[in-house]
């Protein structure tokens, strides 16, 4: 998925910039693979949603409390707090349990262990507190979310749910937490007292997360293979 080292990629322009440019075209690459929601079988739409559900209901508060854990500078810390306030002041996983339910796509054992090896993956690598290469995944997560939602709403208008709380307040409020997230990046990277180290493995969280993605929305049978291998086999 990445072509180019991190230190390539930061020595050629500023380096939050450059981070962002690259990540904005990994979620064009893979945005643009999605299997189209009405090609999907109902079956098959149902645990795209409960596969997302069992991802992102227990675990987007915890891998953004791993964030603030991690940085060091009070501007990362302010704004990763405002998320987090944000996201426990409205209750964002009840806002997803609602919607999983209304589509009929609360998840089963089966969706939950179909994502639970790369989101074990996922959660040690939150586990080491790395600030700068967090805040890049959670940034990269963020930039995904705000651009998913439409296709998310679709799955489940098409799975005759019509609760859209969810998907219309992430589609908006995830716009501005990529935005402080870049920001927040600046500020930590200021503040990095060997920049090499820091750009050492700067996309590790979001290959794993992108691993991620791809169970959730293919299942865990074939993981190594693309997306858009999977569209054309017909999975």
């Given at each position: 998925?990445?072509t180019s080292?991190?230190?390539?990629?930061?020595?050629?322009?500023?380096?939050v910039?450059?981070?962002?440019r690259h990540?904005?075209?990994?979620?064009?690459?893979?945005?643009?693979?999605?299997?189209?929601?009405?090609?999907?079988s109902?079956?098959?739409?149902?645990?795209?949603i409960?596969?997302?559900?069992a991802?992102?209901?227990?675990?987007?508060?915890?891998?953004?409390t791993?964030?603030?854990?991690?940085?060091?500078s009070?501007a990362?810390?302010?704004?990763?707090?405002?998320?987090?306030?944000?996201?426990?002041?409205?209750?964002?996983?009840?806002?997803?349990?609602?919607?999983?339910?209304?589509?009929r796509a609360?998840?089963?054992?089966?969706?939950?262990?179909?994502?639970?090896?790369?989101l074990?993956?996922v959660?040690?690598?939150?586990?080491?507190?790395?600030?700068?290469?967090?805040i890049?995944?959670?940034?990269?997560f963020?930039g995904?979310?705000?651009?998913?939602?439409p296709?998310l709403?679709?799955l489940?208008?098409?799975?005759?749910?019509?609760?859209?709380?969810?998907?219309?307040?992430?589609?908006?409020c995830?716009?501005?937490?990529?935005?402080e997230?870049?920001r927040?990046?600046?500020?930590?990277m200021?503040?990095?007292?060997?920049?090499?180290?820091?750009?050492?493995?700067?996309?590790?969280?979001?290959?794993l997360l992108h691993?991620?993605?791809?169970?959730i929305?293919?299942g865990?049978s074939?993981?190594r293979?693309?997306?858009?291998?999977?569209?054309?086999?017909?999975?």
């Amino acid at each position: 998925m990445m072509t180019s080292s991190s230190a390539d990629l930061l020595s050629t322009e500023p380096a939050v910039g450059a981070i962002q440019r690259h990540l904005d075209g990994v979620i064009d690459d893979l945005l643009s693979s999605l299997p189209a929601p009405e090609r999907l079988s109902a079956e098959q739409r149902r645990a795209v949603i409960a596969r997302y559900t069992a991802v992102l209901e227990g675990n987007f508060i915890y891998w953004m409390t791993g964030a603030w854990l991690a940085v060091k500078s009070d501007a990362a810390r302010a704004k990763i707090m405002e998320n987090l306030h944000e996201e426990v002041r409205d209750a964002h996983p009840l806002m997803m349990r609602r919607f999983a339910t209304a589509a009929r796509a609360v998840p089963t054992e089966i969706d939950v262990l179909a994502v639970q090896k790369n989101l074990t993956a996922v959660r040690l690598f939150i586990g080491r507190l790395s600030a700068v290469r967090i805040i890049v995944t959670m940034a990269f997560f963020e930039g995904l979310i705000q651009r998913f939602m439409p296709y998310l709403a679709e799955l489940a208008r098409l799975q005759g749910s019509e609760e859209m709380e969810y998907t219309d307040v992430h589609g908006v409020c995830d716009i501005t937490h990529t935005e402080e997230l870049y920001r927040a990046l600046q500020a930590e990277m200021t503040l990095a007292t060997d920049p090499a180290a820091a750009a050492e493995n700067l996309f590790e969280g979001v290959e794993l997360l992108h691993a991620l993605i791809v169970d959730i929305v293919a299942g865990s049978s074939a993981p190594r293979r693309s997306i858009r291998r999977l569209q054309l086999e017909g999975v």
